[in-house]
């Protein structure tokens, strides 16, 4: 991707019907850091340049005649990262941010020429740790973890400093106790010690103040059906706003790799989907919260209203639940209190990192599992893949058991689940059963990868909608709506519709879905069409 394009004469005079024509002097400032809503600016005659957000002011881009500013804040709202400078004097054209959007949404080559700048420009952000945040953690602090994986799931560029390997006076010199790391500097202003995700998400910013107005659309959870349904309906004009508890991508976002997605044959890692996908829907005008939790919806009335854990309200027509199912949690003592510091529930290259040369175990059967098992092989020494039933082929594909069944450093354990874990301030040893053996086998092992098992997140919604034993949200057909209190219409609720009508479920969330991401993806994007045909019912 190129992130320093030049436009075409024929291109600018296009760009100038939205612009403003502004003389600037050498040393002007065009955005600070943190300002939200930054509009592009194309140089005409002149030179721009791009620095970081400290003290140093050093120069990370140059933009010369032809060329443009910005990244993937002007897309999303969200405040900038960097600084804008005038070196040059010259003569600019400033394109406010609403512009920008209304102008790519009609002219498909300064689109594709944007949004290929914008976001290269924001991966070499993060390649290069040029952000307005630096975490300072250890990797046997699963707080330290889960703030890494909170930035790199939301593509926010950050510096990460490695308390023990840097020298034993840093925490001195930093006035830290190792109760209080992790440590964020962030903004240039903000110390943060050990922050929750919704403090940082606060610190950052990364919440524009959503409007209060009704919307057309709330979709709640940014998995891969969620963020389908967001591209669908922004695209489609209906005003959407998307809530995420976490980070987007969902359980998706925790795979290294997804070979087996239509049109990405060499496969694509979850985390590059979700950012895709979040640029796709921002380009439309869809808004999404970020480490936001939705506890109660009322239904009672139009339109409905969605209501967040800080008691924030949301007014909406309709709403598409795809809050996904999540690994389910090692059914042994101690298991959580190992959660982060060597029983881990993603298998990304951060968590590669933490046991790189080291035997691990992977728990799971299925593609998940499966694909784990391949990409932790090629750093691991040894990689244990611990099955529950008596041969891979029931739930994973193919092509993988093939790649396992070929991988010498990877040795199947069938018909054995892990029994005990123990250590002290980390895993140290992992106890697993063969059942059909009746053999127990202790290993000094520190690391342990589970993705087994698919535990849905509807305890709040238990009160509201029809779910079916196991608590997925039952939808459509499925439903027996002459016993379903809830369903006050004549008609019979649609495909993915609940039981409450303009309530519908996607994905992994719903009963009886296929627990594939292009699936979740095609339900995402159908939920749509179903929302378009519940609103003109509503308004007739």
Known sequence: MRDNPTLTEEQINRIKRSATLRNVASGDVLYEPSEANVPLFVVLEGVVINTRTGEDDTILATREAGQFTGEMS????????????VAQGGRLLEVARDKVLSLMAKDTELCELFMEAFVARRLLMIQLGEGNVVL???????????????????????????????????????????????????????????????????????????????????????????????????????????????????????????????GFPIGISGQELATRSIAQAQKFGAQIMVAKSVVHIDTSRQPYRVILES??????????????????????????????????????????????????????????????????????????????????????????????????????????????????????????????????????????????????RTDWLEDLLVLDGKGFIMTGPDLNCDTSSQWSLKRPPMLLETSVAGVFAVGDIRAGSVKRVASAVGEGSMAVHLVHRFLAESAS
């Open 311 to 456: 008691g924030v309200k949301f007014n909406t027509r309709a709403i598409v639940i795809a809050t996904g199912a999540q690994y389910a949690r090692l059914p042994v003592e101690d298991a959580e209190t190992f959660a982060g510091r060597g029983v881990y529930y993603n298998a990304t290259h951060m968590e590669a990192q933490l046991c790189d040369s080291e035997e691990i175990v992977v728990v799971g059967g299925g593609n998940s599992a499966g694909q784990a098992a391949v990409f932790l092989s090629q750093t691991s020494s040894r990689v244990h893949l611990l099955v529950r039933s008596d041969k891979l082929s029931e739930s994973m594909s193919r092509y993988l058991i093939g790649r396992i069944e070929a991988n010498p450093t990877i040795e199947i354990h069938y018909r054995t689940r892990i029994a005990g874990l123990r250590g002290g301030g980390h895993l140290e040893e992992v106890e697993w059963r063969n059942d059909a053996l009746n053999e127990t086998t202790c290993s000094r092992i520190r690391h342990v990868f589970v993705m087994a098992g698919a535990s849905p």
């Open 136 to 262: 300072f953690g250890t990797k046997g602090s699963a707080r330290s973890l889960a703030i890494r994986e909170f930035l790199t799931r939301n593509a926010h560029p950050f510096t990460y400093v490695d308390i023990d390997s840097s020298g034993s006076n840093l925490m001195d010199r930093l006035c830290v106790k190792h109760s209080e790391i992790p440590v964020v500097y962030c903004n240039n202003r903000y110390v943060l010690r050990n922050p929750s995700i919704n403090e940082l998400a606060q610190c950052l910013d990364l919440n524009i103040d959503a409007d209060k107005s009704v919307w057309d659309v709330v979709v709640i959870g940014a998995g891969p059906a969620g963020l389908a349904a967001s591209v669908y309906a922004a695209s489609e004009g209906l005003r959407t706003l998307v809530i995420e508890k976490s980070a987007p991508g969902g359980q998706a976002g925790s795979s290294s790799k997804i070979e087996n997605y239509l």
């Open 74 to 85: 002007v897309i999303s709202g969200k405040r900038s990262l960097l600084k804008a400078r």
